[in-house]
């Protein structure tokens, strides 16, 4: 006797299991069953297909006229950060844009010092809100950055905090080293400070999965990133990179050339780097959460990286500054409106290519699959994106168990 089936499912959608991130073409190529069956037990996938009657199960749950797909998967965010910075819409709404505010100490350097001055446990409180406004919105996988430290102890603070959301969650999630992600006003130069969060790479390994640093004007250079991703991989990291999400300095290139497993923005990349992408397997996460939010009129060029064969991702980019919503379906809305994304190419980038993006199994429900999947109150999967900015999952189920349950009886 199996633990749960999902029965007469309106549309089933089956991201293809592969070992490489989807490429090109590929991110159009969506299984979509109708009226399909899915069978659960010991929190793995039995079965995943078309209608079947062969199982049974201890519970039954109706899928007719709904969609069923795997969990989603943020595969990044800056999830762990002190107090929050309303008071920046009135600056942004008199015109002051991101790299200003920044630039004249607000931005992410008044996130560094909410952050320093939040205990543990406040930060692990507020993150832990938001995570379960993800979960509730079916995101089972979250990547989860530092950066709002800038200093030994803040840095391994937010490290630790991360982790045990993670285990008290219960949730695939890896944690970025993001040491590098703004220069703090007591370094006495880029240079100098850079060479500090170098140097606690090799004691960030025992808490990090990955290492990323923020390229962009005012903040580190290309040949600056460069030094540092080196740095990062001598000590076994693999590397992502925040790059050309406003000014176009090359940061696509960078990441491409080392080898990095994601760029992430690259809203103002050059046609030669996205050319690129075509022989390369890093991932291009794009974030038009952030384009949104910073209010630019030029989204990342998603159809063009593409044609050029690249494989793309699409997350939030949560986080109190550039992009403050951890609602990942509006971030899909977004996607396919403004980055002019099919629905299939959406669905795909933020299941098995975000998986790819975040170095885990997931986003498919193939035999043996974790049973992570959601039960979204649709017609269809294009219908989720175009009714936008509300929650459309009913269930979520993690291990095979129902976590959340937001259908409401009338
Ligand atoms: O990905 N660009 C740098 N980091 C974040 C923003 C962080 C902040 O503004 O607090 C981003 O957009
Ligand atoms: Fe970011």
Aim: aromatic share 6%; hydrophobic share 40%.
């Amino acid at each position: 006797m199996n633990d749960l089936i999902i029965q007469n499912i309106g549309q089933l959608l089956l991201p293809k299991a592969t070992d490489k991130p989807l490429k090109g073409k590929e991110l159009d190529e969506l299984n979509i069953v109708e009226n399909g069956t899915v069978v659960i037990n010991d929190g793995k996938i039995v079965y995943a297909g078309s209608y079947t009657d062969e199982y049974e199960a201890q519970s039954v749950i109706d899928g007719y006229g709904k969609v069923v797909s795997p969990s989603l998967i943020d595969a990044h965010t800056h999830l762990v950060f002190g107090g929050s910075r309303e008071h920046e819409m009135a600056l942004k709404r008199q015109g002051a844009d991101y790299l200003e505010i920044l630039e004249g100490g607000g931005g992410i350097l008044s996130t560094v010092e909410a952050t320093r001055q939040a205990s543990e446990e406040e930060l692990f409180n507020q993150a832990a809100k938001n995570l379960t406004t993800m979960i509730q919105h079916g995101v089972l996988a979250v990547e989860s950055k530092s950066g709002y430290g800038l200093n030994h102890e803040n840095e391994l603070k937010q490290l630790r905090v991360s982790r045990r959301l993670a285990d008290r969650f219960n949730l695939d999630m890896k944690h970025t080293f993001l040491g590098p992600h703004a220069v703090p006003k007591e370094a006495e130069s880029n240079e100098a400070f850079l060479q500090q969060m170098i140097d606690l790479l090799p004691e960030m390994k025992d808490y990090a999965d990955f290492a990323d640093i923020f390229c962009e004007t005012g903040v580190f250079s290309v040949e600056e990133s460069k030094r540092y991703m080196q740095a990062a991989k001598e000590q076994g990291f693999k590397v992502k990179i925040h790059a050309d999400e406003i000014d176009p300095l090359g940061g696509l290139g960078l990441a491409i050339d080392e080898g990095a497993i994601t760029g992430d923005h690259l809203v103002a990349s050059s046609e030669e780097d996205k050319a690129k992408l075509s022989d390369s397997d890093t991932i291009a996460v794009l974030l038009p959460g952030t384009t949104f939010y910073l209010g630019k009129e030029d989204y990342a060029d998603a159809r063009g990286m593409l044609d050029n064969n690249g494989a793309i991702a699409i997350a939030t980019d949560f986080n109190p500054g550039s992009c403050v919503t951890n609602n990942l379906q509006l971030v899909m809305s977004i996607a396919s409106l403004k980055l002019k994304l099919s629905a299939n190419e959406v669905w795909n980038a933020v299941t098995v290519n975000a998986a790819k993006a975040m170095d885990i199994d997931g986003g498919t429900l193939n035999e043996g699959d974790k049973a992570n999947l959601v039960l979204w109150d649709a017609p269809n999967h294009e219908y989720i994106l175009y009714h936008y900015g509300v929650n459309h999952a009913e269930k979520v189920i993690h291990h095979g168990q129902v976590r959340v349950d937001n259908h409401l009886e009338i």
